[in-house]
Each structure stands twice: as structure tokens, then as C-alpha cells.
């Protein structure tokens, strides 16, 4: 399937790799199928997840344990219902990353991680309840691992 995107031009997509979250992305509910661009390179620490229903939609990603140490997902069974995941191994947990102008304000939202159930590629992002991880963790900020 081919994909006019906004910053990739037009890129080419396995519909079997096509993530659906039922519910959207917070603030962009609409865009329900996304796909993720860049995750097969080795040793990238972010990557895109590229919306599918709108091309023009992509958020920079990463992974939020390679980024803090400490982390760890507090999510309800009932969220983790909605993306039917069974085996917790079998999770891609990914955290969206905001890129300023001023790269060395660059942050990750520890707080809202996106949830992939990788047996049926279903997603989400979760609000996690608990204040332990902020929404703006600076990556680049002395003292963060």
C-alpha cells in the first residue's frame, strides 16, 4: 500500500504491519491506523509513528525505558482489555516525544505511553493515574539518565 506523507513523501507500507488503535490518540481521535517508520533500524532511539488515516500526522517515538531507567507502566486492566493483550512480553511500549526548535528542550510524556499489542497490532495510549512520571521529561537535562 503507498502513503503520501507529509515528511516522508510517498513511502510504501506492509498492510500486515498497519497498527488500528480503537479509540485514537488523544486529541486525535479520528486517526485510527497508524504504522511505525524507522523501528527495524538497529541502534535508532527514535522513530515515527505515522498516521495512516491522516499522512499528514506523525509523531516522533521512542522507547521510555531506554530513556529513564526507573520506568514502569501503570495501566488498569481494564485499558489493557481495550488493545486484548495477554501476555505483558508481548507489549510495545512507546513514549511521544516533542522536538522544539531549541533541541536541547527536547522531552518525552512519560506519563501518557502508547501500548501496542504486538500479537494483533492493536494500540493505545494510556494516562497513567499516578504522578510518579512527568508529561515533559527533559531528555538532554543533567541529572536524567
Do not use: C
Amino acid at each position: 500500500m503507498q502513503l503520501n506523507t507529509k515528511h516522508f513523501g510517498v513511502i510504501e507500507i506492509d498492510e500486515k504491519e498497519i497498527l488500528y488503535f480503537p479509540a485514537g490518540i488523544p486529541g486525535f481521535e479520528n486517526v485510527k491506523k497508524f504504522t511505525l517508520l524507522g523501528r527495524q533500524e538497529n541502534d535508532v532511539p527514535f522513530f515515527w509513528l505515522q498516521g495512516v488515516d491522516d499522512p499528514d500526522l506523525a509523531f516522533v517515538v521512542t522507547d521510555p525505558f531506554a530513556i529513564n531507567d526507573n520506568y514502569y507502566v501503570d495501566a488498569d486492566d481494564d485499558e489493557i482489555k481495550i488493545i486484548e493483550a495477554k501476555d505483558p512480553e508481548r507489549i510495545l511500549t512507546l513514549a511521544i516525544v516533542t522536538v522544539p526548535n531549541d533541541i536541547t528542550k527536547m522531552s518525552v510524556n512519560l506519563k501518557a505511553p502508547i501500548l501496542i499489542n504486538m500479537d494483533n497490532n492493536k494500540g493505545m495510549q494510556v494516562i497513567m493515574k499516578n504522578e510518579t512520571f512527568p508529561v515533559k521529561y527533559y531528555i538532554m537535562e543533567k541529572g536524567n539518565p
